[in-house]
């Protein structure tokens, strides 16, 4: 029965590549489509669980228009779950109509989570709002949190009241945790906020001010790029303290001083905090050639591999004979075929991108021959984990070595053929279409999987009907890659297939496919006359 079943399989797909151009959707079943759509996601929405809530208002900001504003201002003032009102205020961000401003701004003034307000908040870009909540003690500590990653959604007009807000919170010892005071001082650095160099400085250096805050301030003079602070970075460097030396450290590399060489170096040999090693790694990088031999230590030297593998990064970021050189020296020197594959997992896969683009391929190819054999157990393991960064690496030595495919593709393996197939794919991109068609009838999932991922990125109209046959999958990635497809380019032999998934049994298939719907309703509404409500 398998094999009669992938017969067929193989025999559709065949046929999909003579299709005889696209068939446009009629106006009124698109209509219609979008209507269902649009009634699974409030059945959902009243019904599910917070987290298919939330994956359902997700959903409805990434693929909806203006007809989803309801649906998320319903989630916005009435959810029960914060994280789902949270992610419906973000959300109503996108869209600029006066239902959503409203509601942004109610939900900014009466929420009883703060996080929700300062959200609230930012998406309805209203000055006089933000402002007054600059004055709540909670939400003070919110907009810190917040800003501490980017202040790209915070009005322009008012960081000048939000700079002097947290200059005058954080002496506050007694208000504000160390968490917050942190944040404070890293949301001013993206603020950049010249203001607070004094203070930042004085924290920095305030032998009873938490470590932890010590750090933040000290990596924020690097954001700032305050070069006059260097030797005080570099005097908190021998501070006994990981958060310290980590955030000192980051400031250094973010700065560049050649003054900083000798004392990073000393850290990345000496440091007793591996994260601090690390910090300090990364910090040599850009000083370029004078810091290969203090990483080539660590690479040879360091009983943490994952201090090595950051040795190996910078040195793979300084390039040049130096760096190659103490590269091919750490691998004669046998620690990866010693070292225990799941600890070194990483290690090994920065030694392979190193060899690589260090104009190492053939050795790289012999490497990640000798890799794969000593991973084969593990795989399965590692594609849960690590998919993304083992294909990323077999993708840069496959650029390097084409060869590689040829191994990887005829391997006995599914884990090592799908490995092959997502390489192949991501660097042949369009051109390998015929091998991910081809591999779309493999009796594995998890190759039929990575081939749908990635002929989905290039798919065409004739493609409609490949796309068609995965659309209720059983694996997630597989339906959301064919669904996605369809959204994108699929034509009007799409509509009963998604319509099916729209009343499937499965409340997942019915989330995805109501996206889908969704998104390939509006899609041709566009292009369609009358235009879909």
Known sequence: MVRVRWALLTGTLLLSLTALGQETPPSSELTALKREALAVFSRILTDGSAAERLSAVNSLVRNGDDSVVPLLIERLLADEAPFVRRAAAVGLGHFRS??????????????????????????????????????????????ALSLQESAGRLPGAIWHSVEVALLRAFPDRESWNVVERAAMLKALAQLGSLGAVDRLRVTLADTDEDPFVRGAAAFALGVLGVRNAVPELIAALAVDSEAIQVGAAGALGLLGDPVALEPLSNLVRTGRSPQARIAAAAALAPLGIQAVSALAQALLSDPVPAVRQAALRALRQIKGTAATHAVLTFLESKYLQECDPISCGGLAL?????????????????????????????????????????????????????ELFDVLLRDHSPFVRALGIAAYASVYKAEA????????????????????????????????????????????????????????????????PLRRTLRAENPAVRLDGAGAALAFAIRWGRTSSPSVP
Not at 103 to 123: F, G, H
Not at 381 to 398: K, N, P, R, W, Y
């Open 433 to 496: 279409r015929e091998l991910l068609l081809k591999n779309l009838s493999d009796e594995n999932a998890l190759v039929r999987r990575v081939a749908l991922e990635g002929l989905s990125l290039w798919a065409t109209p004739d493609d409609t009907k490949v796309f068609a046959l995965f659309v209720a999958d059983s694996d997630p990635r597989t339906r959301l890659a064919a669904l996605t497809a369809l959204a994108r380019v699929g034509d009007g032999q799409a509509l009963e």
């Open 98 to 143: 006066q239902e959503a401003q409203r509601a942004l701004r109610r939900a900014a003034l009466s929420d009883e989570i703060a996080s929700v307000r300062w959200d609230a908040a930012l998406s309805a870009q209203e000055s006089d709002v933000i402002l007054a909540l600059l004055s709540q003690r909670e939400t003070l500590a919110a907009a």
């Open 350 to 402: 920065e030694t392979l991108k190193a060899l690589a683009e260090l104009g190492q391929g053939q050795l790289a190819l012999q490497v990640a021959q000798a890799m794969v054999a000593a991973l084969r157990d593990v795989l399965p393991l590692l594609f849960i984990f690590a998919e993304g960064e083992l294909v990323q690496t077999f993708s840069i030595v496959g650029r390097r070595a084409p």
